[in-house]
């Protein structure tokens, strides 16, 4: 018993240590330091400290006895009374807490990577959705980077999560393959864009993702951020109807 009403006494937010000063003291009824420190096993600072702030709480006062103080242990229904002025301290600032948690959630987040290796992790990262996903991207330099299994990876990972492809490829040789060769009817569609449209840069949109990455110079960027997201989506959709 003494054990199931420690760890409830610590589950409502009592240090351990203060937890069992504070049984100690309701046992003995009342108690002066000494008795307290002598029956907790704590030691007589550390008891001092406790016990302060438990009469602060609400749930010890003090008296004198003599020349000795004494603390007495109040109703334990005081704890009650405790837990519910935290609760009421709690719901006062919680207005604030959820302004400042909305602010900080549509900030987007942003990661750098580095190199192949960083380079796959992007992909990795965005194949492990259960979301369509929406690219723009040069077979050419995707496949002067990596080679067809990788891309099949990609396609396969997506696939049995649920996903799906929608994707936009530049227009010469090797996104025309792409889209003949490499790219499942069941996976996902592909259409090419105008002849005089480059694309530098790999664009993947994926649920809250963005992923950008430079083929050439091996770096890229995930952001995750809804609007962006969205925005970036919606450009895509946008250029798949018009092709």
């Known amino acids: 018993m003494q054990n199931d009403l420690l760890s409830t006494l610590k589950d409502i937010g009592l240090e351990p240590k203060e937890a069992d000063i504070y049984l100690s003291v309701l046992k003995l009824g009342k108690a002066s330091i000494t008795d307290i420190a002598k029956v907790s096993e704590i030691k007589r600072t550390t008891v001092y400290e406790y016990v302060n702030k438990l009469v602060k709480d609400g749930l010890f006062h003090k008296t004198a006895q003599g020349k000795r103080l004494i603390y007495v242990a109040e ?59 929406y690219s723009t991207f040069s077979a050419e330099k995707l496949f002067s980077v990596f080679a067809e299994k990788d891309a099949e990876e990609f396609q396969a990972t997506i696939y049995n999560k649920g996903g799906q492809l929608k994707e936009l490829i530049e227009n010469n040789p090797a996104g025309r393959s792409y889209i003949k060769h490499i790219l499942p009817k069941e996976v996902g569609s592909a259409k090419l864009l105008p002849k005089d449209f480059a694309v530098a840069v790999d664009l993947i949109v994926a649920g809250d993702k963005v992923a950008m990455i430079s083929l050439v110079n091996l770096v890229g960027i995930i952001i995750e951020n809804p609007e962006i997201a969205e925005l970036q989506r919606n450009f895509i959709k946008f250029v798949r109807r018009s092709v």
């Not at 301290?89 to 302004?99: G, N, R, T």
């Not at 948690?101 to 380079?119: D, F, M, N, R, V």
């Open 75 to 133: 109703d334990p229904s005081k704890l009650i009374r405790l837990l519910e002025h935290k609760r009421k301290k709690a719901a006062s600032i919680l207005q604030d807490l959820q302004d400042i948690y909305a602010t900080a959630s549509h900030k987007p987040h942003i990661k750098l990577y580095e190199g192949i290796e960083g380079i796959h992790s992007i992909y990795d990262e965005i194949a492990n959705t259960s979301h369509t996903v």
